[in-house]
């Protein structure tokens, strides 16, 4: 135990004051428990090291599925799976810690950085951002306040500039690292309601929002958190690119104008959920500036691929937007909770966040020391206070390996869809939404067995093809019709992996028509 010099002439102690000084003593002793000695750090990092390295060595190598499915070990309903092991006084020894992790966790449901997880919008989460995280979380930095951590400060806001720099943003624009693209839009929509002048609480009920068919739920959703939920969405038609269609939003304002509405906002998607398909930015900007309305681009997914020389051309217009969001945990395949909200002109988003009367409790002698503060405190840009410092999870990766890596992985994927879209589209039966733009095919099997409609046909496929293990898809129903979708983004994900889920694709096809022939056989 450390000896810390009196620095004072301690008083005469009464009874009561004297036993509260043997209690504190004594709970002292059992506090430090938490503060782990240098050997038993190295024991703890030694065991979740090799732990983890043994998983990540059965990844890269290809002996273990990519989905096991949940199975009763995470009924929540009893003591089964973790909760075999339940919260309790007494600690636990580490091997037993990593087994109940390994047993229920890593070795149950998906395993996301597997090379074939293709589902959704995938990542695998690239091993340096963990050391970031791990830096961030052993220091204890707390990076929301320049006053507290300036250097934590100005990483994060090295890494907004250089986003901001990625998608064409001028000087004066302001951002913020967040925990994913959800309460990234909660942000970006929350200062365009702030930034609109005139609108008043009673007027929520008149508010236009305009969207495409294929916009991501999380903008209703965001819309409904930050009070206007009464908001009229508008869900503007697609082309047959799956792209909004300019002239049928231009239309819908102009009608809403002779309504008595209030245009408010426009969403524009660099690369939907659904089919990865690019809305036209730069003409829905034109619309945007005549009728006065916020643009917000969603590049959630398709952001990071403004990298890539092929498709730097889609992002055409994102430069004039009034507000783009991004997720590093999606294209550069940092751990999942990683988002970005970028505001052109950020003195808007600024405003929004610092309207309020703050706590008093956050006075700091600098405030008010006349030194020249440049930089902005990212509580003062976002709903957040208290946060995780999530800056060294990007900056650990960027500067590990550089931007050029990335970018040569986005290629890589972009590459690995077109591949799998020329084969997929000249199996027998099968029949595909159109060529990718970025690194989303959607699918189906057109031709399925007499007595069974497509849809129910393409849900068995897609059942048939989670159970292999070998690969783990998603799906999306397109007016009307039910898909199979394949997005190509983990880092792990290679052209073995392509050429492992068209085996499995056709391999499953003949086990399910297989089936149902002797069924039909059964009962003819």
């Not at 009874?15 to 043997?22: H, P, S």
């Not at 089919?275 to 959630?300: F, T």
């Not at 050429?499 to 003949?510: A, G, M, N, T, V």
Request: hydrophobic share 40%; net charge negative; proline share 4%.
């Amino acid at each position: 135990m450390p000896v810390i010099p009196a620095v004072f002439a301690m008083p005469t102690l009464t009874k009561e004051v004297k036993d509260l000084r043997e209690n504190l003593l004594d709970l002292r002793e059992k506090t430090e428990r938490l503060d782990v000695s240098e050997s038993r750090r190295k024991e703890l990092l030694d065991g979740v090291s090799n732990f983890a390295g043994k998983a990540l060595d059965k990844l890269q190598e290809g002996e273990t599925a990519v989905y096991n499915g949940a199975g009763d070990t995470n009924n929540n309903t009893d003591s089964k799976g973790i909760r075999s092991s339940p919260i309790q006084d007494e600690p636990l020894d580490l091997d037993n810690i990593l087994d109940l992790y390994g047993t229920h966790i890593e070795g149950r449901g998906l395993r996301a950085g597997h090379g074939g997880h293709m589902a959704y919008v995938p990542s695998n989460g690239v091993f340096p951002a963990a050391l970031g995280d791990f830096l961030a979380d052993t220091l204890c930095t707390y990076a929301g306040r320049a006053y507290e951590s300036p250097g934590g400060v100005d990483m994060n806001n090295m890494l907004l500039e250089w986003m901001a720099e990625v998608f064409g943003y001028p000087e004066g624009f302001q951002g913020n690292l967040t925990s994913g693209g959800s309460a990234a839009t909660v942000i970006a929509m929350a200062t365009a309601r702030d930034s609109r002048k005139g609108l008043r609480a009673r007027d929520f009920h008149r508010v236009v929002v305009y969207v495409s068919e294929l916009t991501h739920h999380c903008i209703r959703k965001a819309l409904h958190t930050i009070g206007l939920g009464e908001a009229i969405v508008r869900d503007i038609p697609v082309d047959s690119r799956w792209k909004m269609d300019v002239k049928a939003l231009e239309t819908s304002v102009k009608n809403d104008v002779q309504d008595g509405l209030i245009p408010f906002a426009v969403v524009a998607t660099v690369g939907t959920t659904d089919v990865g398909s690019v809305d036209p930015v730069d003409a829905i900007a034109d619309v945007a500036e005549r009728h006065g309305l916020w643009l917000h681009v969603d590049a959630a997914y398709g952001g990071f691929f403004a990298l890539c020389e092929e498709t730097r051309p889609l992002f055409r217009g994102v430069e004039r937007s009034d507000s783009i969001i991004v997720d590093p945990h999606k294209g550069l395949n940092v751990p999942y909770g990683s988002g970005v909200v970028l505001v052109r002109k950020g003195q808007k988003l600024h405003l929004s966040n610092t309207a309020h009367k703050q706590g008093s409790y956050l006075y700091h002698p600098r405030m008010h020391s006349g030194v020249d503060d440049t930089q902005v405190s990212p509580c003062d840009l976002s709903f957040e206070l208290s946060t995780h410092f999530r800056g060294p999870r990007m900056w650990f990766p960027l500067k590990l390996f550089g931007v050029e890596t990335f970018r040569s992985m986005l290629t890589e994927k972009l590459q690995l869809v077109k591949y799998f879209y020329h084969i997929v589209k000249d199996i027998s039966g099968f029949e595909v939404l159109q060529e990718p733009e970025l690194s989303v095919v959607a699918f189906r099997y057109r031709d399925p067995p007499r007595g069974l409609d497509a849809n129910s046909f393409n849900k068995r496929l897609l059942e048939e093809m989670i159970q292999d293990g070998g690969v783990y898809l998603s799906s999306t129903t397109l007016k009307g019709k039910f898909y199979l979708r394949i997005c190509v983004l983990g880092f792990r994900t290679h052209v073995e992996h392509v050429e492992l889920c068209l085996e499995i694709l056709q391999k499953s096809l003949r086990k399910l028509k297989g089936c149902l022939k002797l069924s039909n056989e059964a009962f003819s």
